[in-house]
């Protein structure tokens, strides 16, 4: 059998590496998607202190407890995202 015969016949184990590459972007992806998520009501919910200690002159609890509620809130979410 000539070599380029042989070679363009894709063997299971190259599919194997596809799917296991595939299925390691995935994960990837996901746990990008937790920390965003985490990061995301971190932020938001920073700010949001931060707007009520500018507005009702609360310096600093109001950033303080923005902060505490989204730590609270972005590690809910990763650990209910990880059952």
């Known amino acids: 059998m000539p070599q380029a015969a042989r070679n363009s ?3 299971p184990e190259d599919k194997n590496k ?3 590459d595939a299925q390691l972007a995935a994960s990837w992806i996901r746990q990008y998607t ?3 998520e985490f990061l995301a009501a971190l ?3 920073g ?3 931060h707007h009520l200690d500018e507005r ?3 310096q600093p609890w109001g950033l303080l407890t923005g902060l505490l509620l989204g730590m609270v809130l972005g ?3 990763m650990v ?3 059952r």
């Open 18 to 20: 596809d799917k296991k």
């Open 47 to 49: 700010y949001l202190g």
């Open 56 to 58: 009702y002159g609360w």
């Open 9 to 11: 016949v894709p063997e």
């Open 43 to 45: 932020a938001l919910l």
């Open 34 to 36: 937790l920390v965003f």
């Open 80 to 82: 209910r995202a990880s």
């Open 75 to 77: 590690l809910y979410r």
